[in-house]
């Protein structure tokens, strides 16, 4: 019997996504586009980006940039501050290895 890799751990990772229109988006009608704040669960950041970009295509979203800010263990270091509620959604990405979007701003002109 042979032993496949060890399975590699999953972290979660903060990423703003700026999205632009597309029908369906159900973003509101005089919106030009949105930022959205997710927490992603990946091996890396870059297939956090990839999962979140691929699941707000099937979502009929329009990605355009995609801003990564790194782990929760990152933002500590860089002295941000992360209250209750953003580390359970955070867990929530963790323990479902899924993508949660947190917060939709909309952009107007």
Known sequence: MTEGKPKRPQHVFTLVVEVG???GDGLPDTATG???MCYASGVDEAEAVRETVALL???DMAPLDVSGYGTPEDR???SE???DGERALMQRALDENSVVVA???PFFD
Request: glycine fraction near 6%.
């Open 34 to 36: 949105a930022a959205l």
């Open 103 to 105: 917060q939709i701003t």
């Open 81 to 83: 501050v992360i209250d």
């Open 57 to 59: 295509k099937a979502a």
């Open 76 to 78: 500590l270091a860089g």
């Open 21 to 23: 229109r597309k029908a």
